[in-house]
């Protein structure tokens, strides 16, 4: 009797609770969030690290893993306005659909959007976390950033290429491999950024020699900027506004290893600054920027082309490489004439207590960020390496907040200003990977990410580094084979003719102001 | 069943059979003499396992699925019978294809024993570990496509067509191989533009009656209804010249390569620099194989014979031919030959003769094969293999050879162990499975150090070869020739517990050769002793997508999950106790000297015997007997009961010079090495001045006595043999 009663009940029951089940799952449609879902009160566990951010609105997806247990995952990234995205996986990768992605952020441009994360183990119910917030920029990042991907390097190389990224999508283009020449090593890749015609890079060739590789509108050439007076070849090229002259250090440099802490390091053994004139094939440069007692460095132009901002040291013996510390100055420069006005120290080495490297100046030429490491000029291999910001207009410094307990250094601003992507290693400490943040008005930093990869898991399987990062406002595309053709026709270079200038006083310069410290030979 | 087909059958039969033969003997070979593992270690392709590592290795190099494939396949090679078997799968398709092929464009019998050139080329190139399975893959990619054109019925323009696509697949799968196919597919165009030659006449060797070989491959080739001579040349020149012109533009345009790459990559060509006869003949013997098939030359000589020898040739043509008789089942006769024998050779003569026509391609290719094993790079080779391997016996077991060997007194052996094999292409072999193959320098460096870890380097290293002027810790890349020599540094410096130095080795390395495992595994473990377990998390990461280190890797994946120091681990904890305490700047070329590092590595830690051995070995290598008496205070600190063999033998060299015994605190020389010193002395005086012109005689009479001890080597700046070396020539009693 009692049995067939509770079969009868079972019969009811067993299929009323079926019925209920399946009405719960209708409800969940898969779509937003799950309709039955407890919350926790802690954000989820994500890499890469794309939590609580200010974005650009034309940034490409921030696609990520969550490294939360469960066998089913859900992300539901919402807005105030325009439909929101939902990502049902079964693996914890999480890709975000390139159109939809785009329409929401265009739609919030200026508010915030959400991103919240559900995970669920075996049927469970879901646990939804504490959603993350990100606050989407006004102002867009320039559309491209070009870097240069290398193995990590110490004194050789293996393969080299230039690199263009699309920010707003997950497109490489490769710009330059060094298999297309010959293996040499390339670096040192610049742009005018209001010429993007206009490329130069060095290329240090076996077969012949150091060459500027200059790609213009007017032709491609392989430029030897080596004169009698300076053989040395040029590096860290920065292109004056009006593309028609390009700053550089020409330098002798040295590494040398470390038995404690971070191996590598890098010395100057002579370094000046000098400027190749593209219309008149001329190299020339001025006493203040080619001391023969001071190593200067590191050239950067104000935006209006005024200005030509360098970092200077004393020059001292290898054996004192830890006191080489140096300062920043600036020096006046007349485009049209040609002239030089007199070097101003900006800040000392003393007064930061530090070494200071790698200054570029923001567009609207207010803020200056540069790079304090303890002493050299090679931020890159000091862990200790952070950015810093000067205010240009109150010559106020200060220590920016998204810096690392590692080498945070090369930096490159957005044309409007307000992004700035800068190389760290504070993901591992070996490789240098690109991050973005959002500059305000007042110079404060906010939390800055990773370049975002179609593959969430790019990063942990990588080993690849990505260093002299470039942001450019339009893509450098035909400069690939034009950089190409100026290498395979570089046997016989155009020779720079040198041309000393006149003094900041108006005499001309007896001497030419290319030099050679004593016990290094050229 | 027919009597021919019975005979067919039989004919079948005996083909397959020595195919089976010729196979099976190719993978014993392949299993016992070049050792598949050997030809991984030396090759070590980069093969990591993903859709994306796939996708970009389709379009990163032309053949980058051949690549991609054979880098999979090669992971094989980790069991020697499975490597061996995939090796062998892959020169017999190779030999088979060849063979297919030549009886396509109408080659005799004889003549189809050709395809044991490029068999024996692919094997002599084995034998040197030069070969890389993606060479192997691609030509038998380029002779598939070859065998299906030669089978086209289409009409000329067609087949240009056919030709010049199939070109472009090849070129796209398997890389520049498609020059060969280019060149096979316009060969046989041309060919068919010429009339077959009545060969009848010509004294071929005999083959086997069809009747027991089965019937004779109808030629494929030309095909039916062939249109004229000119038209054929003519489709052949396109194809040619098509076929040359799809690798450069591509690679110039497409994949934006260089010209070395543009015409060499994926084949045996690659790595083989300055290039050897093998591997141009190679490919040479392909096309070579169709033109001698075509009947031409033969057909040529024999009308120049006929012209220049006329009565000789009427004569020859009166005698009668046993392979040219008429097959008793209508079988077609080759080359159209309406003889037949008046006076038939016995059978069994005749099969004595099919046989040795079908053994002697055989037994010539097995020779030459046999001829170019070299015994000498196989030991420099494993004993590499077992070092990085960390098993020190059979290291030592491997470097027997050396021990005994002759090696250094041969100019030859020593120049061709010269240099790394991969010196030749830096850096443009990165990241492709170009051959490590090490040096007789690798080969020193190697035993000393199997030797120290085994604490027998200051009693055994000069048992060993040794050179005076080499670097006891490292292989300098300027010696070598390549970079790549920094790898072979990696092991001794951070078992000496230089870490940082050992980064800057194995980086390099890395940027060098690519991802290869054993590099990533170094790497993975220099970033935990660096403590930068993040980056040694993304090392494994990758090493767990390669087949053969996935379990090693998540196996060290869960244990930094756990404790990202591993300092469970007692290899780590060794190193650690050995590291750097106090920052030193090295050389500016980012050296420090032997002596001062090793030293440093001292302060560092008192109790580092492996710096202590190494330093000590370094004092006896640069003939220091001061500081190796010096050292002798610290034996006891070290462990030895002891004071070892060479280091006794620097003491008495040194009381000798300087007439006094230094103070061994302690120690004692051992009586056995007083009276081996003595009669070493006596030796020297009997012969004279070894500084003198007959300085060859005096050392190969003290070679079999002296050739392990410390005195040889401070003699003549090397050392030869053991204890138990073979007894001293005859003549050897005179000079003494």
């Known amino acids: 009797m009692k049995l067939r009663w509770f079969i009868r009940v079972a019969t009811f029951i067993i299929p009323a609770l079926m019925a209920l089940i399946a009405l719960f799952r209708l409800a969940d449609d898969g779509l937003g969030r799950p309709s039955n879902h407890v919350r926790t009160d802690r954000f989820p566990a994500i890499s890469p690290d794309y939590a609580n951010l200010v974005i650009p609105p034309n940034i490409a997806p921030l696609n990520f893993v969550i490294q939360e247990p469960g066998t089913e995952f859900r992300v539901f990234i919402f807005g105030l306005r325009g439909p929101g995205i939902t990502v049902n996986s079964r693996r914890p990768r999480i890709t975000i659909p390139l159109q939809d992605w785009r329409a929401l952020l265009e739609a919030n441009t200026g508010a915030s959007i959400r991103v919240e994360v559900f995970t669920r183990e075996d049927g469970r119910q879901w646990i939804g976390f504490k959603p993350l917030v990100h606050t989407v920029a006004n102002e867009p990042i320039d559309g491209y950033l070009v870097y240069r991907r290398i193995d990590p390097v110490f004194r050789c190389w293996g393969n080299i290429s230039i690199q263009q990224r699309d920010l707003t999508s997950f497109n490489e283009t490769c710009l330059l491999a060094n298999r297309s020449v010959q293996y040499d090593c390339i670096n040192c890749h610049s742009f005018s950024r209001e010429h993007p015609d206009r490329m130069a890079l060095l290329v240090r060739s076996e077969a012949i020699g150091p060459r500027m590789l200059l790609s213009t509108e007017r032709g491609n050439t392989a430029v030897s900027t080596a004169t009698k007076s300076n053989p040395l070849p040029s590096s860290y090229h920065a292109w ?112 930061l207590g530090g070494s200071i490297t790698h200054p570029r100046i923001s567009p609207d030429g207010r803020f200056l960020m540069f790079c304090r490491c303890d002493y050299g000029n090679f931020s890159i291999y000091r862990p200790e390496s952070d950015l810093y910001l000067l205010d240009l207009e109150t010559r106020a410094t200060h220590k920016m907040e998204l810096n690392s307990d590692r080498s945070d250094s090369y930096h490159t601003w957005s044309s409007n200003g307000r992004w700035v992507v800068f190389s760290s290693k504070r993901r591992d400490g070996l490789l240098t990977h690109p991050w973005v943040s959002y500059v305000d008005k007042n110079g404060r930093a906010h939390k800055p990410f990773i370049l975002p990869q179609q593959d969430p898991e790019y990063y942990d399987f990588s080993l690849k580094v990505f260093n002299v990062p470039e942001l450019s406002a339009h893509p450098l595309h035909g400069h690939a084979d034009r950089l190409r053709d100026a290498f395979r026709h570089s046997a016989d270079p155009p020779q720079a003719a040198f041309e000393p200038t006149t003094q900041p006083g108006g005499s001309a310069d007896p001497e030419p102001p290319w030099h050679a410290p004593a016990g290094h030979p050229q | 069943m027919s009597a021919a087909s019975n005979a067919t059958g039989g004919g079948s039969l005996r083909r397959l059979i020595r195919q089976a033969v010729v196979l099976g003997l190719l993978y014993l070979h392949v299993f016992w003499v070049v050792d598949p593992r050997l030809l991984l270690h030396s090759q070590s392709p980069a093969f990591f396992a993903g859709w994306t590592e796939f996708t970009e290795s389709l379009g990163a190099w032309p053949g980058g699925l051949i690549e991609y494939a054979a880098a999979g396949l090669a992971q094989t090679f980790a069991f020697p019978w499975l490597g061996a078997a995939v090796l062998t799968v892959g020169i017999g398709l190779a030999w088979v294809l060849t063979e297919r092929l030549l009886a396509a464009a109408g080659a005799s019998r004889f003549m189809r024993d050709w395809a044991f050139v490029p068999l024996a080329c692919l094997l002599v190139l084995l034998n040197r570990y030069t070969l890389s399975l993606g060479a192997i893959l691609s030509l038998v990619v380029a002779l598939l496509p070859a065998l299906m054109y030669a089978r086209l019925p289409f009409r000329q323009s067609a087949r240009v067509l056919t030709a010049v696509g199939m070109c472009i697949v090849v070129y796209v799968l398997a890389g520049p191989v498609s020059i060969l196919l280019a060149c096979l597919c316009g060969m046989m165009e041309i060919l068919s533009a010429f009339p ?254 199997a030797l120290a870890q085994q604490g027998r380097l200051l009693d055994c290293m000069f048992e060993y070869p040794q050179r005076m002027g080499a670097s006891v810790v490292r292989l300098l890349p300027d010696d070598e020739g390549a970079y790549v020599a920094h790898s072979y540094n990696f092991d001794i410096l951070l078992e000496l517990g230089h870490v940082n130095e050992a980064e800057r080795v194995v980086c390099e390395s890395f940027a060098n050769v690519g991802p290869r495992p054993w590099l990533l595994k170094r790497l993975t473990r220099v970033n935990v002793l660096t403590g930068r377990p993040q980056a040694a998390h993304v090392c494994l990461n990758r090493l767990a997508r390669v087949p053969g280190w996935r379990a090693w890797a998540e196996t060290i994946r869960a244990e930094l999950n756990k404790d990202p120091a591993l300092s469970g681990r007692p290899d780590l904890q060794r190193i650690r106790s050995r590291m750097y305490r106090q920052d030193h700047v090295g050389h500016l070329e980012g050296m420090h000297p032997d002596e001062q590092m090793l030293r440093y590595l001292l302060v560092a830690n008192p109790h580092n015997r492996l710096a202590f051995d190494y330093l000590t070995a370094h004092y006896l290598l640069t003939l220091r007997d001061d500081k190796v008496a010096e050292n002798m205070r610290y034996l006891a600190d070290f462990g030895y009961t002891h004071v070892p063999r060479h280091a006794e033998e620097s003491i008495l060299l040194l009381a000798k010079l300087t007439r006094q015994m230094p103070d061994l605190r302690g120690f004692t020389i051992r009586p056995e090495t007083i009276r081996r010193f003595e009669a070493f002395t006596r030796d020297l005086d009997l012969l004279g001045d070894p500084g003198g012109r007959d300085n060859l005689r005096i050392r190969d009479a003290l070679m079999a006595r002296y050739g392990d001890t410390y005195w040889f080597y401070a003699l003549f700046g090397h050392t030869f043999f053991g204890r138990n070396a073979p007894p001293p020539p005859a003549d050897q009693g005179r000079d003494q």
Not at chain 2, 286 to 314: D, E, V, Y
Not at chain 2, 340 to 347: E, G
Not at chain 2, 372 to 379: F, G, I, L, N, S
């Open chain 1, 240 to 351: 004056h506004p009006n593309g028609r002259v390009i700053a550089f250090a020409a330098m002798r440099v040295t590494q040398f290893f470390h038995a404690v802490g971070e191996t590598r390091d890098v010395f100057d053994l002579v370094s000046d600054l000098g400027l190749y004139v593209l219309d008149s094939h001329m190299v020339t440069t001025a006493p203040a920027i080619s001391r023969p007692d001071r190593l200067e460095t590191y050239p950067a132009w104000s935006p209006d082309g005024k200005f030509l901002y360098f970092c200077s040291a004393p020059q001292l013996p290898i054996e004192r490489y830890r006191e080489v510390r140096y300062d920043l100055l600036r020096i006046p420069y007349d485009p049209q004439s040609g002239d030089w006005g007199e070097p101003e120290t900006l800040l000392s080495a003393d007064a």
């Open chain 2, 196 to 449: 077959k030659p009545d060969t009848s006449r010509i004294d071929w060797p005999e083959s086997p009656p069809l009747s027991e070989t089965g019937p004779a491959t109808a030629p494929t080739w030309p095909p039916p209804g062939v249109i004229s001579p000119a038209w054929s040349i003519a489709a052949g020149m396109s194809i040619l010249l098509l076929g040359a012109a799809i690798p450069y533009l591509a690679g110039t345009h497409v994949y934006r390569i260089g010209v070395h790459d543009t015409w060499t990559r994926q084949t045996a060509l690659e790595h083989d620099r300055p290039p050897l006869i093998a591997s141009i003949a190679l490919y040479a013997s392909l096309p070579l194989g169709l033109i001698l098939a075509s009947g031409l030359p033969a057909g040529l000589i024999h009308r120049m014979k006929a012209r220049l020898f006329p009565n000789a040739g009427r004569r020859r043509s009166d005698r009668p031919s046993i392979a040219r008789k008429k097959s008793p089942h209508g079988s077609a006769q080759p080359r159209g030959s309406k003889e037949t024998s008046p006076t038939p050779a016995p059978a069994f003569l005749a099969r004595f003769r099919a046989f040795l026509a079908s053994a002697l391609p055989l037994l010539a290719g097995a020779a030459v094969v046999w001829i170019t094993v070299e015994p000498d790079r196989a030991a420099v080779l494993r004993l590499d293999y077992h070092v990085r391997n960390r098993q020190w016996d059979a290291a030592l077991a491997a470097a027997e050879p050396l021990r005994w060997s002759r090696a250094m007194l041969d100019p030859d052996v020593e120049q061709r162990l010269a240099t790394l094999g991969f010196a030749s292409r830096f850096p443009a072999e990165a990241q492709t499975p170009a051959p490590l193959l090490p040096s007789l320098n690798v080969a020193i460096h190697n035993v000393n150090f």
